[in-house]
T-cell receptor, first 114, second 113 residues
Framework: DGGITQSPKYLFRKEGQNVTLSCEQN?????MYWYRQDPGQGLRLIYY???????QKGDIAEGYSVSREKKESFPLTVTSAQKNPTAFYLC?????????????FGPGTRLTVL | AQKITQTQPGMFVQEKEAVTLDCTYD???????LFWYKQPSSGEMIFLIY??????QNATEGRYSLNFQKARKSANLVISASQLGDSAMYFC??????????FGSGTRLQVQP
């Protein structure tokens, strides 16, 4: 089955630690995205990538880093510089970067800072 | 800059009735896409329906239809024959030249038996 997988489903981090969230897709999509969702709010863009080895900052990129070494994978690292990382993180992908391209989402990772 | 506004934090509807979820948008770009997503309590965002800014017809997908009024910059979602499984958060989103989606704050729909 084609789709987007994210792991882990739940993640706990101590203050000062870096953690990496995994996102993999087998839809053969070129574009991938990371969003953050805080309770009772909509999604905000962290980073996106239109092609391999290229990515752009979104609205709230500070304290996060990404890589896109393979078309299928777009991991997100939450660094210790992110002041308030507790949130729900959603990865998405789309066939292309055009206005009509639908983004499909993974099941999400819930990150809690202890 | 793009902006999506959803003014209904919560809505109730009786099972089997229709419900309209409001969405207004703001953009200076003549070419854009409008999307609706459903987010059940599990958290996953499920794509429901898409409307392009140049589409002449309102989009429909099964029980979902999009009431697109371009001059008023509104893209309301209509769910017909509501089911208990429709209870969820619903988000309106826009995609323009920035390529990524801009989301509204969402509407929580509760379907009552």
């Amino acid at each position: 089955d084609g789709g987007i997988t994210q792991s882990p489903k739940y993640l706990f981090r101590k203050e000062g630690q870096n953690v990496t969230l995994s996102c993999e897709q087998n839809l053969n999509h070129d574009a991938m995205y990371w969003y953050r969702q805080d309770p009772g709010q909509g999604l905000r863009l962290i980073y996106y990538s239109q092609i391999v080895n290229d990515f752009q900052k979104g609205d709230i990129a500070e304290g996060y880093s990404v890589s896109r070494e393979k078309k299928e994978s777009f991991p997100l690292t939450v660094t210790s510089a992110q002041k308030n990382p507790t949130a729900f993180y959603l990865c998405a992908s789309s066939k292309g970067g055009g206005r009509t391209d639908t983004q499909y989402f993974g099941p999400g990772t819930r990150l809690t800072v202890l | 800059a793009q902006k999506i506004t959803q003014t209904q934090p919560g809505m109730f509807v009786q099972e089997k009735e229709a419900v309209t979820l409001d969405c207004t948008y703001d953009t200076s770009d003549p070419s854009y896409g409008l999307f609706w997503y459903k987010q059940p309590s599990s958290g996953e965002m499920i794509f429901l329906i898409y409307q392009g800014s140049y589409d002449q017809q309102n989009a429909t997908e099964g029980r979902y239809s999009l009431n697109f009024q371009k001059a008023r910059k509104s893209a309301n979602l209509v769910i017909s024959a509501s089911q208990l499984g429709d209870s969820a958060m619903y988000f309106c989103a826009m995609r323009g030249p920035e390529r990524a989606l801009t989301f509204g704050s969402g509407t929580r729909l509760q379907v009552q038996p």
